[in-house]
């Protein structure tokens, strides 16, 4: 096993301890939920600092969907990164988008704080600061929401009209890996159903980047649009 992996390993170990949650099967789901919020925030902030060396997503990938927001967009000028742990996320597309790009990741643990552009913050909440304001939201770690539904809804209202949420899915996002550090699972379809459904009259669904045959990290990325009188984008 490699070290990342064991770091992984030994996080949802801590989780499963800590957490006591009760397993629910949906629809394409699987969601944990935990005796109260405390108890996730506790089991979010010591899973953070079992793996907090360890990185999920690669720089490869970041600078892809930098690249494809730049096409796409024209240019951003401020950006948001959801469940960053470290902070590589936007690091990485600051340093892709260019100098004038503001981009800021957040992270429910106190361990926010020992990272450049990174603030202490449950994503589940609205950011009055960042409401209407950002020309793209991304995470790989919505599988960490005890409420999908509140975190898309916060994150599709950071966006200005014309915006970007772009959501990876991978193999790790799947129902069969959700547990107490990783409370929600869902196969793709579902993950769009639950997307459309949290975000009703705020936008519309806008393409999916397959990458499933890329190096290193492979996924696809949902892509939401806020206003649904965007264009749509072919996945």
């Known amino acids: 096993m490699t070290d990342g992996k064991a770091k992984f390993r030994r996080a949802v170990e801590i989780a499963t301890e800590i957490g006591q949650t009760q397993r629910r099967d949906g629809d394409g789901t699987v969601l944990h939920s ?3 919020y405390e108890t ?20 490869e990938h970041i600078f892809f969907l930098a690249d494809h927001l ?5 240019g951003v000028g401020f950006g ?4 960053v742990r470290r902070g590589r996320e936007q690091k990485w597309f600051r340093r892709r988008l260019g100098a004038g790009a ?29 409401e209407g ?11 960490h929401a005890f409420d999908p539904h509140r975190a898309f809804r916060a994150w599709a209202g950071a966006l200005r009209p014309g915006g970007l949420l772009l959501l ?47 190096p290193g990290y492979r996924c696809r990325v949902l892509i939401f649009a806020r206003d649904a ?6 996945g």
């Not at 196969?187 to 949290?198: G, H, I, Q, S, V």
């Not at 009188?229 to 072919?234: C, M, S």
């Open 133 to 143: 304001r950002a020309d793209f939201v991304y995470s790989n770690s919505w599988d």
């Open 40 to 59: 996730y925030r506790r089991v979010q902030e010591e899973g953070n600092k079992a793996k907090l060396t360890a990185q999920f997503v690669n720089k």
């Open 102 to 130: 503001e981009v800021i990741g957040t992270e429910i643990s106190e361990t926010a704080t020992q990272f450049p552009n990174t603030v202490q913050w449950d994503f589940h909440d609205p950011n009055p600061d960042w």
């Open 80 to 83: 948001l990164c959801h469940g």
């Open 168 to 214: 990876d899915h991978t193999a790790g996002h799947e129902p069969r890996s959700a547990n107490a550090l990783d409370p929600f699972g869902a196969t793709f379809e579902a993950l769009e159903r639950t997307l459309d459904e949290a975000c009703a009259g705020l936008g519309a669904r806008a393409g999916v980047l397959d990458r499933r045959d890329g």
């Open 34 to 36: 935990y005796p109260d």
């Open 229 to 234: 009188g965007l264009a749509a984008f072919p």
């Open 70 to 74: 730049k096409e796409r967009l024209g």
